[in-house]
Each structure stands twice: as structure tokens, then as C-alpha cells.
């Protein structure tokens, strides 16, 4: 048989040999019934009742295959108790009842423990796939932050060689003439009162797609955009009120083909009664960072919706001031906002004083301790632990950090992310609850099988001695007192195997115990 264990035919069919090795052993107490000499035989009948559990409840196959078992070694018994081996009716009747009774209880127990089998198993599968899915959107979420990132440095890098270009420029003034042609930048000269260029050069033709002579014909108010206009508008009126404007601003212009060309113009006026009359503008084509500055607004948008989707909020921790810096998001993760708690900034002991569980707070406050403290910082960190929302809720949280160091390996900032993970511990914890039900789905059977016997032998004993007593024997109460309770024992042991759910109530104030009435099919059984 162990060689056989190793072959897919034995997986298919090792419910119906269990099922037909239970019929044997079944069979064989019930040919020991028919040889055996009466009165001796009577009492074979409990080791059937032994195959029956056995069945039903310790080898767990599946609920039709036990059920064809135990009916079949009734249906043998009743065919040897009848017509092979003639049984007396009370006996007949006697073992024919606990025969039935026992396998319609075991029925009910083998039900119930592969409907709960097959309902934990589900229940796994389900938090197993929310595991993935959650570990998939992390993974997704850390790669689109490393490119995010990559897109800050190179705009970071693109506007340091602006500045760099601008600081030459303005140093190169000088020069200005004999660079003018070949600058790597359109470089104009607009007459303001009668509205006219009055020199531009190659770059300026190239980019907007206008020939030389095309902008001298010109007017250069026909180059902007209405959005440009009006901010152009706005800069000449803040003139006219005698203030500054700022030497550079974004313009957008149209090109001849249509298109829209922005561009970041440096200008340098010169003023006849507080008004511009004539102004040098070097323009540069910011066309290609405008795009990837949208882009990057895009990006960050649907990164704001995948964390939202996840759950997911971030935060900063200054380790030099030691304050917090946090955002919108995570203050509605905590249920509250901005203005209630006094500001982005929050220092540990406020943060864990307001939100942090108790319970928690010394496990937290050591995993940064020690984040602070590693000389690594490539691998983040990761904790769980409770919060406590302004509302009085409390949920559960993932918290991932990083340590970012200065030159001397000294932790100067925590970048982090919660996520709020209290849905992935609620099913964990109906998982466990399943699980402590099946135990007690299992030790009830268990009880009321071994609790049934002997109040059957009871209560007809009871039932056979009050029968020969007369109206006025004085223990005839006694008696049926004592049935009286055998029956409502009975009725108890019937509401336990009929349980299919988990509710305590209060014992004497001191602790709690299941209430078999709620916890019972109906509560009513």
C-alpha cells in the first residue's frame, strides 16, 4: 500500500478504499455479531458505533464517501440483525436507533469539516492573492519613484546649465555685438512705440519658423499667444505704478506653422518716463521642459492615485531638528488635518503622544532609533504598527523608511510611506477565528457522541423503573425528575452539534463563555 501512495491512481481513488476499509471493519463486528451466542452478542453493536467516528470524523474523507460507509454497515447490520442472525425487537429497535442517531450525527460533523476545510482553504488563497497584489503595486510604486527620480536630476541638472547660461550672458555683455549672430539663443530688439523688431538673429528665424525678413515686417504682439498678451499686459501696467518686474519671464509664441513655442525671454529695457521704449530680449526654447515638466506633473498625479489606491501616504522626519514633515494625505490617513494639529511639522513625542498606540509606541520609536543609527543605507525598514486616528479608530499600518546620510555617514533625513493594512489583518484574524471554530465544531462532536450513550443507557433505565412503580411510591418523583433532566441534557448535546457560528455572553461577571442558543443553527434547535 505504500508503494501505491506514489501513484496519481491512488490520490483518485484512496476516498473510496478508506470508505470501503471502513465498510470492511464494519462487516467484520457484524460477523462477530451473527457468531457470537446471544445476549453476548447484544453488546457488539458499540464497535460499529467505533467505525462509525472513525469515519465521519478522524480519516476526514469527503462528506459522500463517509456517508455511503456508515449507511452501508447499517443497512449489513439490520440485514444480519433481521434475517441472518434474529435479533429481539427491544435490542433490534435499541441498536437500530443509536445506529441512525450516530450517523446522522456524523453526517453533520464530516459536513462541517470539509465545508470548513474548504472554506479556510479559500480564505488563505484569498489573503494570498491580496499579499501579491499588495507586494506588485510596492515593487511598482519603488520603480516608478527611481525613475521619478531620475526625471528631477536631469531637470535639476538642465536648470543649473540654464542659470549657468544666463550668468554668461549677463558676464558676456559686453560682447554682445560681435556674439550676437551666433549666440545659442534668439536674441532680439524690439521697438516698443511703433511696435517693430528692430534686429533678430538666426535663432530667432529657426525657432519660430519665420524668415529674417518675414520678423522685420512684423509685429511682435502678433507672436504672443492671448494667455502671453495678458501677461505681457500686466508686467507694462506694474511699470506704469513705478515697480519692478523680474528681468526674466515665460512667454508663449506662435510659430508659423501653427505650433506653440515657449520660451524663457531675459529682458533688459530701456525706460523714457517710467515706459519701455526699447528693450534687448534673449529668448531661450524651453518648449522641450515645458513637455517634460507636464509629463512630470502627469507622473506624480498617477502616482498620487496609485497610493491612494494602495493606501499608501509618505512622510519626511528631519533627524537634525528632529520634526516629522508631513502632507494632506497622511493627515487623512489619521483622520484629522493640517490646521486641527498646528501645522506640516510635528516632533516625535507629538506624533506618538497623538497617534501612536501605546501598545506600540516603544517598538516604533526603537526601529527608528536603530534606522538612524546603521551605517547601510540601500534597504529600508519596515515596522507594523497601530494608530490611533483623531476619531478614536484604530487601524493598522506598514511603515517603510529610508535613511538618507550626509559625507560623514551621519543620518541627517527619513524619507518613509504608511500604508494602512488593517483590511489585510481583519481577514488574518477571520482566518483565525475559522480556524478556533472548526475546534470547537470538532470538540463538540467529540462530547456529545461520548455524552449520548450514556444518557440513553440512563434515561431508559429511568424510563423501565418508574414504569414499575405504583402512583404512590414516594421515589416516583425522583425518577421523573431524573428523565426530566436526561432529556434537557439531550437538548443541549443537540445545540452544540448544531452550532455554526461564535458568540460569548457574560459568566457570573468574571469572564465569558459561548452561548450555545446564539451560536446554534436558528438558536433554536
Known amino acids: 500500500i505504500f508503494h501505491l501512495t506514489f501513484f496519481k491512481v491512488f490520490e483518485r481513488g484512496v476516498n473510496a478504499l478508506i470508505a470501503c476499509a471502513s465498510v470492511l471493519a464494519g462487516g467484520g463486528i457484524i460477523l462477530m455479531i451473527i457468531l457470537a451466542p446471544p445476549h453476548v ?28 460507509a456508515g449507511w452501508m454497515q447499517v443497512i449489513l447490520y439490520e440485514i444480519a440483525a433481521v434475517w441472518i442472525r434474529p435479533t429481539p425487537l427491544a435490542v433490534l429497535i435499541n441498536n437500530s436507533f443509536f445506529f441512525i442517531s450516530a450517523n446522522i450525527l456524523g453526517m453533520m460533523a464530516s459536513y462541517f469539516l470539509e465545508y470548513y476545510t474548504r472554506r479556510n482553504y479559500y480564505l488563505t488563497q484569498q489573503v494570498e492573492v491580496e499579499k501579491k497584489q499588495i507586494r506588485e503595486m510596492n515593487r511598482a ?16 541638472r538642465e536648470m543649473v546649465e540654464r542659470k549657468k547660461a544666463e550668468d554668461a550672458l549677463r558676464a558676456s555683455e559686453k560682447k554682445y555685438r560681435q556674439l550676437y549672430m551666433t549666440a545659442p539663443a534668439a536674441i532680439f530688439e524690439i521697438d516698443y512705440p511703433n511696435r517693430r523688431f528692430i534686429s533678430v538673429n538666426e535663432i530667432m528665424s529657426n525657432i519660430t519658423g519665420y524668415s529674417k525678413e518675414e520678423l522685420m515686417q512684423m509685429d511682435p504682439w502678433n507672436l504672443f499667444t492671448q494667455a502671453s498678451q495678458k501677461i505681457y499686459l500686466d508686467r507694462i501696467r506694474t511699470l506704469e505704478e513705478g515697480r519692478d518686474v523680474s528681468a526674466s519671464q515665460e512667454y508663449e509664441l506662435r510659430k508659423k506653422d501653427g505650433g506653440i513655442l515657449w520660451v524663457d525671454m531675459n529682458i533688459d529695457y530701456d525706460m523714457d518716463s517710467g515706459l519701455p521704449v526699447c528693450a534687448r530680449i534673449v529668448a531661450h526654447d524651453i518648449t522641450e521642459r515645458k513637455r ?33 514633515i508631513f502632507n494632506d494625505p ?24 497623538r497617534f501612536i498606540h501605546p501598545d506600540d509606541r516603544h517598538s516604533a520609536e526603537d526601529v527608528t532609533r536603530r534606522n538612524l543609527a546603521r551605517m547601510e543605507t540601500d534597504d529600508p525598514v519596515d515596522v507594523e504598527h497601530r494608530i490611533i486616528r483623531r476619531d478614536g479608530e484604530v487601524r493598522h499600518v506598514l511603515v517603510r523608511s529610508k535613511v538618507v546620510r550626509d559625507a560623514s555617514f551621519h543620518g541627517v533625513r527619513i524619507y518613509g510611506t504608511n500604508q494602512d493594512i488593517t483590511e489585510r489583518k481583519q481577514m488574518d484574524e477571520e482566518r483565525h477565528r475559522s480556524e478556533r471554530l472548526q475546534g470547537v465544531l470538532e470538540t463538540a462532536g467529540a462530547v456529545c457522541h461520548e455524552m449520548n450513550q450514556p444518557m440513553q443507557i440512563v434515561s431508559g433505565y429511568s424510563e423501565m423503573l418508574l414504569k414499575t412503580m405504583s402512583e404512590n411510591d414516594p421515589n416516583r418523583e425522583i425518577i421523573a425528575s431524573i428523565i426530566m433532566q436526561i432529556d434537557r441534557m439531550a437538548v443541549i448535546t443537540r445545540k452544540l452539534m448544531a452550532i455554526d457560528g461564535y458568540e460569548s455572553q457574560d459568566y457570573a461577571g468574571i469572564s465569558r463563555i459561548v452561548d450555545i442558543d446564539k451560536s446554534s443553527v436558528k438558536g433554536n434547535v
Do not use: K
Request: hydrophobic residues 45%.
Open 41 to 68: 452478542n447484544y453488546a457488539y453493536y458499540a464497535g460499529i458505533i467505533l467505525v462509525l467516528m472513525w469515519t465521519y470524523t478522524f480519516v476526514r474523507i469527503p462528506f459522500f464517501w463517509a456517508s455511503w
Open 292 to 324: 517634460s515638466e507636464e509629463a512630470l506633473q502627469e507622473s506624480q498625479l498617477r502616482l498620487a492615485e496609485a497610493m491612494d489606491l494602495a493606501h499608501i501616504v509618505h512622510w519626511e522626519f528631519d533627524s537634525v531638528i528632529q520634526q516629522f
Open 330 to 353: 497622511f493627515f487623512a490617513l489619521l483622520g484629522t488635518t493640517a490646521d486641527q494639529e498646528g501645522g506640516y511639522r510635528m516632533t516625535w513625542d507629538q506624533y506618538a503622544d
Open 141 to 156: 510604486l519603488e520603480i516608478r519613484t527611481l525613475e521619478y527620480q531620475t526625471v528631477n536630476r536631469e531637470l535639476e
